[in-house]
């Protein structure tokens, strides 16, 4: 499985990315609800087929507080350059023992250290 960061997305529904079709085929996505709600705040075309989309696949758990600081704490993760949503997908493909598929640097290399797959570009 795979959870899929905001850049892969936004490119996906920009110019259609082969890989993400296969996978949503294929069963093979999860769909964090944040990544979803950031999407929906930004120019998202087509808007509502995409929300449609985004909303069908399998969800993964919003965590609370306790376990964010928690992750964050224990993983040394504070000033690392990472946002919120980060943390969350970071979270979420551990609890998952889902692959994480992300554009951003920083968020990569942080999901390599901490030993999560990550999926190359």
């Known amino acids: 499985m795979i959870v899929i960061d905001t850049s892969v997305w936004a490119d996906h529904f920009r110019r259609a990315e082969p890989r ?7 069963a093979d996505v999860f769909q964090h609800p944040f990544v979803t709600w950031e999407l929906a705040v930004g120019d998202l075309r087509p808007r509502q087929r995409a929300l449609l989309l985004l ?10 507080e306790d376990i964010f ?3 964050l704490e224990e993983r ?6 990472l946002g919120f949503i980060d943390v969350h997908l970071l979270i979420a493909a551990e609890r998952c023992g889902a692959a994480l598929w992300t554009r951003d640097r920083r968020l990569r290399e942080q999901a390599t250290k901490l030993g999560l797959s990550c999926i190359d570009d």
């Open 76 to 81: 040394k993760l504070v000033a690392m350059g």
């Open 69 to 71: 600081l928690t992750f």
């Open 55 to 64: 909303r069908s696949l399998p969800a993964v758990a919003v965590d609370d």
């Open 20 to 26: 993400v079709a296969v996978m949503i085929a294929e």
